[in-house]
């Protein structure tokens, strides 16, 4: 049960930092360009520190995999949008 409050908490944290990046670079670039840079500016932040502080396992199972959900979650939003406005 606590590894599932863990990612949960994670997930959060994580989509907290990309929808705050990701409004800053959909001011200057293309929503898919923003939405990459989005995803990589999160990675590069917050993989090191928590790699660092409670271990690579962590950061490899649980925010790589919250960062895929969100670049995911995103890129369909995207899609989906684009297919409306057609």
């Given amino acids: 049960m606590a590894l599932l ?3 949960i908490i994670v997930l959060i944290i994580v989509g907290i930092l990309t929808r705050v990046f ?6 200057k670039l ?3 360009m923003a939405i990459f840079l989005a995803f990589f500016t999160v990675a590069v ?3 090191p520190i928590v790699s660092l502080t409670i271990g690579f396992d962590v950061a ?3 925010y790589v995999v919250a960062l895929a959900i969100w670049l995911l979650f995103d890129l369909m939003r995207i899609k989906i949008n684009s297919k409306k406005t057609k």
């Fill in 60 to 62: 490899v199972s649980e």
């Fill in 5 to 7: 409050k863990n990612f």
């Fill in 22 to 27: 990701l409004y800053l670079f959909a001011k």
């Fill in 30 to 32: 293309k929503k898919d």
């Fill in 45 to 47: 932040i917050i993989l």
